[in-house]
């Protein structure tokens, strides 16, 4: 079983920068697809990044492309998504997610098999 912590969110006005961070359980986190996703008030769930095992490629959403960074640190069993020039349009639940393959489709919500239990991040106006 895979377990993953998500922690980091909070409440920043416009523009300002978070950092989120999902720890997650397991010896072969090396080997995970790992995944940010949010769900804003109301709404469903949408894709924001993703990072295949290595690093080495990076995928974002439109909307995230250009101020949020997804990295990861292997050694630590840690992924981030450092977030910048935050909107209010931003503010909503962020849920990391894992997999054990390696996703084509890594935008989809019902690739992955693991979740984390979320972080509130609200962006004021």
């Known amino acids: 079983q895979v377990q993953l912590v998500e922690s980091g969110g909070g409440l920043v006005q416009t523009g300002g920068s978070l950092r989120l961070s999902c720890a997650a359980s397991?010896?072969?986190?090396?080997?995970?697809?790992m995944g940010w996703f949010r769900q804003p008030p109301g709404k469903e769930r949408e894709f924001v990044a993703a990072?295949?095992?290595?690093?080495?490629?990076?995928y974002y959403a439109a909307s995230a492309k250009g101020r949020f960074t997804i990295s990861r640190d292997n050694a630590k069993n840690t992924v981030y998504l450092q977030m910048t020039t935050l909107k209010p349009e931003d503010t909503a639940v962020y849920y990391c997610?894992?997999?054990?393959?390696?996703?084509?489709?890594?935008?989809?919500?019902?690739?992955?098999?693991?979740w984390g239990q979320g972080t509130q991040v609200t962006v004021s106006s």
């Open positions: 990072i295949p095992w290595n690093g080495r490629i990076t």
């Open positions: 397991g010896r072969t986190f090396s080997a995970y697809f």
């Open positions: 997610a894992a997999d054990t393959h390696t996703l084509v489709s890594y935008s989809n919500v019902g690739q992955y098999a693991y």
